[in-house]
């Protein structure tokens, strides 16, 4: 679709369970005191990525993405970041590796050509903190509660969506055109 319809894309890091431990948090947990059917979500979310041709696995629990954001800043800077971002979507929801885990995350950055002392750096200088929080301060400011959503001259449509989908949101924004 970049290419069909020479668009560009801006990733924005989004605060989703900030309160989750490094170690991570079960799916039970996370959810506990909610009227939510785990299996029922589970099951609606891989049929969705099915029908979108997404990896997903048999996920059990969540863990906390704000190291794998402030990467993926670097990663983006680099020229790296799509590959960087489908790497996270991958470890995280294909294989439930814990995408707060450093040892974890700078496997992900190689995997998608970034090296790996570079990354370590990164995640021990936390240099790119302050991008985050920004982006973080954005989405409270906009109201933006779930991923991903996806922001047009104000406009938003929210999770995964089919191509067309996608390509009617982007094609009936005034300045697209």
Do not use: C
């Not at 801006?10 to 309160?19: D, I, N, S, T, Y």
């Not at 489908?86 to 590796?97: L, S, T």
């Not at 814990?98 to 190689?110: F, Q, R, W």
């Amino acid at each position: 679709m970049r290419r069909e319809l020479q668009i560009g894309i801006q990733w924005r890091a989004f605060p989703l369970h900030p309160e989750t431990p490094p170690e991570g948090r079960t799916l039970q947990d996370l959810f506990a005191g909610r009227p939510i059917d785990i299996p029922q979500m589970l099951s609606h979310l891989k049929q969705a990525a099915h029908d979108l041709q997404l990896p997903f696995g048999n996920r059990q629990m969540t863990y906390n993405s704000r190291r794998a954001q402030e990467l993926g800043k670097w990663a983006e800077q680099n020229g790296r970041g799509d590959a960087y971002h489908n790497a996270v979507f991958r470890a995280y929801f294909a294989e439930g590796r814990n995408i707060y885990d450093m040892s974890t995350l700078i496997s992900i950055a190689k995997s998608a050509g970034l090296d790996g002392d570079g990354a370590r750096s990164v995640l021990e200088s936390e240099v790119f903190k302050e991008a985050v929080d920004r982006d973080w301060a954005q989405a409270y400011k906009t109201g933006i509660k779930a991923v991903p959503t996806f922001v047009i001259n104000g406009q938003t449509l929210v999770g995964a969506q089919p191509y067309t989908a996608m390509k009617n949101f982007i094609l009936h924004q005034p300045s697209i055109r």
